[in-house]
């Protein structure tokens, strides 16, 4: 039986995550936030506001930066209804210890946009590079972690299996490491492209791990992706 699609979203929504949330998603250290961090496909998310306020040095890359903020808050509201709506209709599918109800969600998106827009607004030339996966404008090594959130896998219906090859190999150019998170897609299903990826890394040499993180909403969402050169 065709299960019935519960998010009915057009594309791929600008929604963003605070840094509580990517340390939980990437299980980080302060070790990991030392040295240069990009975050790929970072939308809205506070994560490279709040974390470089703390002293880290986090580049944040988007397609969406080609936009100014009030833009991007416009698309924000744009896509509000659609994933309230999902969350509602889906929310057996989740593990709200986290978050309690999706007002919370709701809650907790917009003060990451927030808290982006004003960084936005005085970082946008510093932080925010206009640049979509699978080609990045940076230099080889030029970091020593990539992380995406909520992009590669969770997406996997729009984005092919060489898509995510190749967009893996881009970020493991330009950094020594990269993680990934979540590893299903948005029906909450393990991603059919996690074990080609795998199998392709592995003949690569690139050192492939499924590593367990102190986060889980989509259920059983409870492990990164861990590649290293
Ligand atoms: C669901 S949001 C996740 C935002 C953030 N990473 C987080 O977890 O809070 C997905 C983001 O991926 C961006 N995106 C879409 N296609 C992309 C591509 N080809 N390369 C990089 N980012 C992309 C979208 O613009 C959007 O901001």
């Known amino acids: 039986m065709e299960m019935e699609q519960e998010f009915r979203l057009d594309g791929i929504v600008p929604w963003g995550r605070r840094l509580w949330e990517y ?13 240069a961090v990009l975050d790929v496909g970072a939308g809205p998310s506070s994560f490279a506001a709040e974390a470089s306020a703390a002293g880290a040095r986090v580049t944040a890359a988007d397609p969406l930066y080609a936009l100014p903020g009030k833009a991007i ?9 659609a994933m309230m709506e999902g969350l509602r209709q889906a929310r057996y599918r989740f593990r709200w210890s986290h978050y ?24 946008a030339a510093r932080r925010y590079v206009e640049a979509s996966l699978p080609r990045l404008p940076f230099a080889d090594n ?8 909520h992009l590669l896998f969770l997406y996997g219906d729009d984005l092919d299996f060489a898509f995510h090859i190749e967009a893996l190999r881009e970020l493991l150019r330009v950094a ?11 029906d ?41 050169r």
């Open 176 to 186: 020594e490491e990269v993680r990934v998170f979540p590893l299903v897609n948005l």
């Open 73 to 81: 808050a416009q698309r924000f509201e744009e896509t509000r209804g």
């Open 23 to 35: 340390r939980a998603f990437f299980a980080l250290e302060e070790a990991d936030l030392r040295h």
């Open 100 to 123: 309690g109800s999706p007002d919370t969600i709701e809650k907790i998106r917009r003060e990451a946009l927030a808290l982006f827009l004003a960084d936005y607004g005085r970082e």
């Open 188 to 228: 909450g299903r393990p991603s059919s492209h996690l074990p080609g990826v795998l199998a392709q890394f592995a003949r690569d040499g690139i050192r492939a791990e499924l590593v367990p993180v102190p986060y889980e909403f989509q259920k059983g969402a409870t492990k990164m992706l861990r590649l290293r």
């Open 142 to 149: 030029a970091f020593c972690l990539a992380l995406s959130s």
